[in-house]
C-alpha cells in the first residue's frame, strides 16, 4: 500500500455531513473534521480528479489536495485523534490516551487510514443500538468493519463468533491490529467486495452508505438467522424513505431509528 491523497475542504457543519456520504461512495475511507474543515483520505492510486470535480462543483466548496506518504500517517492521526465515550456504555482511546474511568467496555483504536473510531456519528449511532442488544451466545457479521470497532466491541458484549469484512486492504491490516490489540480471539477478518448469503448469522452490522447497502440489501436479509436482527448505519437521514421502503419489501420489520447530526441509524428484526 503506498502514498495517501488528503483533501482538504472548506464546508459548513450541514456540507461536510453530507460530503462524508458522498466520498465515502467513490471510495474516500477516512475523514476527520474540525471547525469548517473536512479532511478526507483516498489511496493516491485511486485518486480521479474529474470524478471529484463533479462532486465537489454541486456544493460550491473549496479544496486543496495533498499526499501524504504511508509512514506519515501515525503522527497526522496521533496529532488530531481525540478519546470518544459513548456515555457509561463504551469509551474509544488510542493506546497513547490514559484508560478510561466508569465505562461498561474500552476499546483500543489506531485508526490509521480506516473509518470507525466512534468519532463519527454514524458509528457513535451503531454502538448506543448495540447497547441495547443482547449479544450473549450471538454470531455477528461486521459488513465494511474499517476499524474493526463494532465487531470488536461485539466479542465484549458476549458474541460466541464473529466475522469482519471489507474490501480495502488498508482496513483488512488495521482491522487486524485493532482486533489483537484488544484482545480479542473469535473475530476473523475477511476481505469481499460483495455480501453473499452462504452463511447466516444472528445479528448484521452494515455501517457503510446507501449505495452499498441498497446493493446488497437482499444478501444481508437472506443471511439473518430467524429472529435475527440488522443494524443499518452511514446512512443520511434523506436516505430514511427509500431504505425502509427497501426493506418493508424483503419483510425486514422495523424497530428504531436513531438521528444524531443529520445522520441515521436503523434496527430491524
Not at 21 to 44: H, N, Q, R, V
Not at 200 to 210: E, F, G, S, V
Not at 234 to 244: Q, R, Y
Amino acid at each position: 500500500m503506498g502514498d495517501y491523497s488528503e483533501l482538504t475542504i472548506e464546508a459548513t457543519e450541514a456540507i461536510r455531513e453530507i460530503l462524508i456520504a458522498e466520498l465515502a461512495a467513490i471510495g474516500y475511507d477516512g475523514f476527520e473534521e474540525s471547525d469548517g474543515i473536512l479532511k478526507a483520505y483516498l489511496p493516491a492510486s485511486d485518486f480521479n480528479q474529474s470524478e471529484l470535480d463533479i462532486l465537489l462543483n454541486k456544493y460550491d466548496v473549496k479544496y486543496s489536495k495533498s499526499i501524504i506518504k504511508k509512514q506519515n500517517w501515525n503522527e497526522v492521526w496521533e496529532s488530531n485523534f481525540e478519546p470518544v465515550r459513548v456515555d457509561d456504555f463504551v469509551g474509544i482511546r488510542a493506546g497513547f490516551h490514559p484508560p478510561f474511568d466508569n465505562v461498561a467496555h474500552e476499546i483500543i483504536i489506531t485508526p490509521k487510514m480506516s473509518f470507525g473510531t466512534g468519532h463519527h456519528a454514524t458509528t457513535y449511532m451503531v454502538m448506543k443500538l448495540m447497547e441495547e442488544i443482547d449479544f450473549h451466545g450471538t454470531t455477528v457479521f461486521d459488513f465494511g468493519t474499517g476499524t474493526g470497532i463494532l465487531a470488536i466491541l461485539a466479542e465484549k458484549l458476549g458474541a460466541k463468533a464473529a466475522v469482519a469484512v471489507d474490501n480495502d486492504d488498508w482496513c483488512i491490516e488495521n482491522a487486524s491490529e485493532n482486533i489483537s490489540i484488544n484482545h480479542c480471539n473469535r473475530i476473523d477478518i475477511e476481505k469481499v467486495d460483495k455480501m453473499n448469503s452462504d452463511r447466516k448469522y444472528d445479528i448484521i452490522l452494515a455501517n457503510i452508505n446507501r449505495h452499498i447497502i441498497l446493493d446488497n440489501l437482499g444478501a444481508l436479509k437472506g443471511s439473518i438467522e430467524e429472529n435475527g436482527q440488522l443494524i443499518l448505519s452511514g446512512l443520511l437521514k434523506s436516505d430514511e424513505h427509500e431504505i425502509l421502503e427497501a426493506c418493508s419489501a424483503l419483510e425486514l420489520r422495523h424497530k428504531k431509528t436513531l438521528e444524531r447530526n443529520g445522520w441515521i441509524a436503523l434496527w430491524f428484526f
